[in-house]
């Protein structure tokens, strides 16, 4: 696709000021605010915030990481928020107070109303007084997810497959590496995959999909009893007909202390929205929005396949790459006590550059459907697929279907099999489709950061476009 200069915007002067955390940052004169935005006109918004995207700019990540715009005088919504972010990649930011969080609806609605959609996500600094204190917590030699990296199609993709294997985990870590540019982060990360090549990396290693919806669950996962995100005002995952982990309750995601953790290229389950908030170290997002799904699922190579398309693909890709394909994205650097919002249909992937602890669980707004959604067939192969009767509205007297009840209450522990859940919980009078969905998906573990086991691995190689077409026809 060619490429033009960034559209500018001319705006008043006005004094930036720097939010970096890194001692050694300094603020581009070149830089500008864009608080002003919601004031232009919608077109003029498209322009301005994409004309410094992959798709129109060529520049390096450089220099400041958390360049921002002064914070702003709370309007007539009453939210204060500013725009912070690497160059080119400023993000909307919220700081609203503890009020205004308990209504969650309408700080989504005063996000959008400021054209979030735009760039497929947008941050929420908690106030303070929701910011509890972290819990001691003992190290834990625990399973853990290691990596192993392949280079695909001809040496243009990276395959990230995670495999199973066991780590140190403790909070004393330090917080890994909280200063250098966004732009140095990614080519280490880069060095870090051409060095493990075909093997797997050493030391790096990913806890996930950790239960944290009960005290003491949380206790053990080293977070708060009381999660800054859930339950959330306004949810419609309070009326569906399964309780899911890490859809409908939240998962703690901890990477032990080794720069590289990373978790793959994907799109929320059923057009879902998501929250992820980190308490400890610093991750990096790339984002591709919404606005731009139909040119990055053409470049992708959707061609009809399930909505998790991406997942069976376990694909991560570098700024320059997707710049290279066309596809307009976000890259965000969150900090500690920042929660990310990811809108419905945005992709998204990143890493840790250190020991990381963050939470994370799934919203359904009022607007919120799945009519557009293609759930994975059982020939997907994916074994955490979610199945679309799960996911339906419940029916007036209807019991619902909860698959945490059968967690062991146990940090660390692993749950007794989901399968086994849904039997004991289901009624014997239940229909028997439900049971073959259930047989067909045993497990259905939240997948943002999923194993791929070595036989699906082979059976997906992906090695050239020709394999493309026929290895994902039936998916």
Same mark, same amino acid.
């Given at each position: 696709?060619?490429?033009?200069?960034?559209?500018?915007?001319?705006?008043?002067?006005?004094?930036?000021?720097?939010q970096?955390?890194?001692?050694?940052?300094?603020?581009?004169?070149?830089?500008?605010?864009v608080?002003?935005?919601?004031?232009?006109?919608?077109?003029?918004?498209?322009?301005?915030r994409?004309?410094?995207?992959?798709?129109?700019?060529?520049?390096?990540?450089?220099?400041?990481?958390?360049?921002?715009?002064?914070?702003?005088e709370?309007?007539?919504?009453?939210?204060?928020?500013?725009?912070?972010?690497?160059?080119?990649?400023?993000?909307?930011?919220?700081?609203?107070?503890?009020?205004?969080?308990?209504?969650?609806?309408?700080?989504?609605?005063?996000?959008?109303?400021?054209?979030?959609?735009?760039?497929?996500?947008?941050?929420?600094?908690?106030?303070?007084?929701?910011?509890?204190?972290?819990?001691?917590?003992?190290?834990?030699?625990?399973?853990?997810n290691?990596?192993?990296?392949?280079?695909?199609?001809?040496?243009?993709?990276?395959?990230?497959?995670?495999?199973?294997s066991?780590?140190?985990?403790?909070?004393?870590?330090?917080?890994?590496?909280?200063?250098?540019?966004?732009?140095?982060k990614?080519?280490?990360?880069?060095?870090?995959?051409?060095?493990?090549?075909?093997?797997?990396?050493?030391?790096?290693?990913?806890?996930?999909?950790?239960?944290?919806?009960t005290?003491?669950?949380?206790?053990?996962?080293?977070?708060?009893?009381?999660?800054?995100?859930?339950?959330?005002? #306004?949810?419609? $995952?309070?009326?569906? &007909?399964a309780?899911?982990?890490?859809?409908? *309750?939240?998962?703690? %995601?901890?990477?032990? /202390?080794?720069?590289?953790?990373?978790?793959?290229?994907?799109?929320?389950?059923?057009?879902?929205?998501?929250?992820?908030?980190?308490?400890?170290?610093?991750?990096?997002?790339?984002?591709?929005?919404?606005?731009?799904?139909?040119?990055?699922?053409?470049?992708?190579?959707?061609?009809?396949?399930?909505?998790?398309?991406?997942?069976?693909?376990?694909?991560?890709?570098?700024?320059?790459?997707?710049?290279?394909?066309?596809?307009?994205?976000?890259?965000?650097?969150?900090?500690?006590?920042?929660?990310?919002?990811?809108?419905?249909?945005?992709?998204?992937?990143?890493?840790?550059? #250190?020991?990381? $602890?963050?939470?994370? &669980?799934?919203?359904?707004?009022?607007?919120? *459907?799945?009519?557009? %959604?293609?759930?994975? /067939?059982?020939?997907?192969?994916?074994?955490?697929?979610?199945?679309?009767?799960?996911?339906?509205?419940?029916?007036?007297?209807?019991?619902?279907?909860?698959?945490?009840?059968?967690?062991?209450?146990?940090?660390?522990?692993?749950?007794?099999?989901?399968?086994?859940?849904q039997?004991?919980?289901?009624p014997?009078?239940?229909?028997?489709?439900?049971?073959?969905?259930?047989?067909?998906?045993?497990?259905?573990?939240?997948?943002l950061?999923?194993?791929?086991?070595?036989?699906?691995?082979?059976?997906?190689?992906?090695?050239?476009?020709?394999?493309?077409?026929?290895?994902?026809?039936?998916?």
């Amino acid at each position: 696709m060619p490429t033009s200069e960034p559209v500018a915007i001319e705006e008043p002067d006005q004094v930036v000021t720097s939010q970096s955390r890194d001692e050694d940052s300094k603020l581009s004169d070149s830089l500008h605010p864009v608080s002003e935005m919601g004031k232009l006109p919608e077109e003029e918004v498209e322009l301005a915030r994409f004309g410094s995207s992959s798709e129109n700019c060529s520049f390096s990540v450089t220099g400041s990481s958390r360049a921002s715009s002064p914070l702003s005088e709370p309007d007539a919504h009453g939210v204060a928020y500013t725009y912070d972010g690497p160059p080119g990649h400023r993000i909307l930011h919220l700081r609203p107070t503890a009020e205004q969080w308990d209504d969650f609806p309408a700080l989504l609605a005063f996000a959008r109303s400021l054209h979030a959609e735009v760039d497929g996500c947008f941050k929420i600094i908690l106030p303070e007084e929701l910011q509890e204190p972290l819990p001691d917590k003992d190290s834990q030699h625990v399973t853990a997810n290691a990596y192993r990296i392949r280079q695909i199609n001809h040496r243009t993709f990276w395959q990230v497959s995670t495999v199973p294997s066991e780590g140190a985990f403790s909070s004393s870590e330090p917080e890994g590496e909280v200063s250098g540019s966004v732009d140095e982060k990614f080519k280490k990360l880069k060095t870090l995959f051409n060095k493990s090549k075909d093997k797997q990396m050493r030391n790096v290693r990913y806890r996930v999909d950790v239960p944290a919806w009960t005290a003491k669950q949380r206790r053990e996962a080293g977070v708060p009893e009381r999660s800054p995100i859930h339950p959330l005002a #306004g949810d419609k $995952l309070d009326k569906t &007909k399964a309780i899911i982990p890490g859809i409908h *309750t939240p998962y703690v %995601y901890e990477s032990a /202390q080794h720069f590289g953790a990373t978790f793959q290229l994907h799109a929320e389950d059923f057009r879902l929205s998501s929250l992820n908030h980190l308490y400890k170290g610093r991750k990096i997002w790339i984002v591709v929005p919404a606005t731009a799904v139909d040119v990055a699922e053409e470049a992708l190579n959707r061609k009809g396949k399930c909505s998790q398309f991406m997942r069976h693909r376990a694909e991560f890709f570098f700024p320059e790459k997707l710049q290279k394909m066309g596809i307009p994205h976000r890259i965000v650097d969150q900090r500690p006590g920042e929660t990310i919002v990811i809108l419905p249909d945005a992709y998204h992937e990143g890493f840790s550059t #250190g020991y990381t $602890l963050a939470e994370a &669980k799934n919203y359904a707004d009022s607007d919120w *459907t799945t009519d557009t %959604y293609q759930p994975c /067939q059982p020939s997907c192969q994916l074994m955490t697929a979610i199945p679309a009767e799960f996911m339906r509205p419940l029916q007036e007297g209807e019991e619902r279907l909860d698959l945490c009840a059968g967690y062991k209450d146990v940090g660390g522990d692993e749950p007794s099999s989901l399968l086994q859940q849904q039997q004991q919980q289901q009624p014997k009078a239940e229909d028997s489709q439900l049971g073959e969905i259930q047989s067909a998906n045993p497990t259905l573990k939240r997948p943002l950061e999923h194993t791929i086991s070595e036989e699906i691995v082979f059976k997906h190689p992906r090695l050239d476009q020709d394999s493309i077409v026929s290895v994902h026809a039936k998916v």
